[in-house]
């Protein structure tokens, strides 16, 4: 069982493990990212290259960060609270400029481009005073579309999305899981392919998070959307990824992170897969790196 795990890790700095002459490498050279990325037949969705990443431009918060997104996969960034997760977002979805490295949407260079990929932030609530179809069409409104065709657009995911009947309800009347199914169908409205959630679960009950996981991997999977999920969460992070980055570092005590590892999920078909061997097996993975 922990061999399972342990032959789909690959800890930053590493490559194959059956490459003796990789174990030896730099960290700073041998990239097991870059090298994923260089195993694809495509262009990755979603490349961040050797990013390091500064909010005032003295103190580094991460550094060195490759993460690599092949078209149509779910990847999770797992950290502890504070390691500069959410710090990655913002470079990825172009919101910030790195102090050094480069962001790629299928191969094309957008570092520091908004509006190339769909993100949810952290605390990216519906507006209390509006009707959730307004809510969901906002994207498109700001983006100058009208609110008619806007709301011509968006009506037909509300039954995919399991928020048929709820478009004239106000957010305050929907319960959390639906919210954040709302929250998403606005994600997916802002019309890009590759999507970065924020901790996009955290606020739901163990349950609901459990359903809305599994509904978001299905519906990312008919939808062909390549998505990037950032948790704090190692379960959260196991039961949607099929590749775990790892981030661990201490940036406000001066230490930047890191991807530390890729964990690679082995995932089974199964109802229950996070009971598992294969699901234990890469949670243990995940916790070990983070330490
Ligand atoms: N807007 C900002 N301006 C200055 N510093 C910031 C800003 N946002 C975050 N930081 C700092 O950057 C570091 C990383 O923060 P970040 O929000 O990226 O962590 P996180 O991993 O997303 O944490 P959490 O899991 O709690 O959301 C922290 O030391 C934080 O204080
Ligand atoms: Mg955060």
Not at 16 to 35: F, H, N, V
Not at 43 to 52: G, I
Not at 102 to 127: A, F, I
Not at 161 to 180: H, V
Request: proline fraction near 5%.
């Amino acid at each position: 069982m922990a061999e399972a795990g342990e032959k789909n890790v690959r800890r930053a700095g590493e490559g194959r493990r059956e490459d003796p002459a990789l174990g030896q490498s730099s960290p700073r050279t041998e990239r097991a990212a870059a090298e994923l990325a260089a195993d694809l037949p495509v262009a990755p969705a979603l490349e961040a290259r050797d990013l390091t990443l500064s909010w005032d431009g003295a103190h580094v918060v991460v550094a060195d960060v490759d993460v690599t997104v092949a078209p149509g996969e779910v990847c999770c960034l797992v950290g502890r609270s504070g390691c500069g997760k959410t710090t990655i977002l913002h470079a990825l979805a172009g919101l910030t400029t790195p102090m050094a490295g480069r962001v790629l949407l299928h191969g094309e260079d957008v570092t520091g481009r908004p509006g190339r990929v769909s993100y949810m932030l952290q605390k990216d609530l519906l507006l209390p005073s509006r009707r959730i179809i307004d809510n969901v069409c906002l994207p498109l409104v700001l983006a100058g579309m009208k609110k008619a065709d806007a709301r011509a657009k968006a009506e037909p995911f509300f039954e995919r999305f399991g928020l048929a009947g709820c478009e004239r309800k106000w957010p305050s009347e929907l319960s959390g899981g639906m919210r954040q199914r709302a929250a998403f169908l606005r994600t997916y409205l802002m019309g890009a392919d590759v999507t970065l959630l924020d901790e996009p679960f955290s606020a739901l009950d163990a349950l609901t998070r459990t359903d809305v996981r599994r509904w978001f991997v299905d519906v990312a999977a008919e939808l062909g959307l390549s998505a990037l999920v950032i948790t704090h969460d190692v379960d959260e992070a196991v039961s949607m990824a099929s590749r775990i980055y790892v981030l661990a570092g201490a940036p406000a005590a001066g230490e930047p992170s890191h991807v530390v590892g890729i964990v690679t999920v082995d995932r089974v078909t199964s109802e229950s897969f996070e009971l598992t061997d294969e699901y234990l097996a890469a949670k243990r993975e995940v916790m070990a790196l983070l330490g």
